[in-house]
């Protein structure tokens, strides 16, 4: 069984820095989309980041073009989303993902992902 364990997200000024990390387990496909999302309060999901599994191929959201970027770590089978010069509109919960046995296509909607983590909180504030 898939388990995604997301940590890092806490409160910080405009402009300030936070690096995410998605702890996976439970599987050994190598064709795996991982992806990081966020939901703010009365919106719906949004996908912020894709990467495959071997991150030779990124994806992002044009809001976060430039600021964020997403990495992963294959012995620590952990995704990172480093997130700089940060806004009050990135505020929102943010949750790791995985497409399992097939590659990221480009930034795909939730529905395309199967397994979630419980998702870390990250409140800028201005």
């Known amino acids: 069984q898939v388990q995604l364990v997301e940590s890092g997200g806490d409160s910080v000024q405009a402009g300030g820095s936070l690096r995410l990390s998605c702890a996976a387990s439970?599987?050994?496909?190598?064709?795996?989309?991982m992806g990081w999302f966020r939901q703010a309060p009365g919106k719906e999901r949004e996908g912020v980041a894709h990467?495959?599994?071997?991150?030779?191929?990124?994806y992002y959201a044009d809001s976060v073009k430039g600021r964020f970027t997403i990495s992963q770590d294959n012995a620590k089978n952990t995704v990172y989303l480093q997130m700089n010069s940060l806004k009050p509109e990135d505020t929102a919960m943010y949750y790791c993902?995985?497409?399992?046995?097939?590659?990221?296509?480009?930034?795909?909607?939730?529905?395309?992902?199967?397994?979630w983590g419980q998702g870390t909180q990250v409140t800028v504030s201005s």
């Open positions: 439970g599987y050994t496909y190598r064709r795996t989309c």
């Open positions: 990467i495959n599994a071997g991150g030779v191929s990124t």
């Open positions: 993902a995985a497409r399992l046995g097939s590659p990221c296509g480009g930034l795909w909607s939730a529905g395309n992902f199967g397994a």
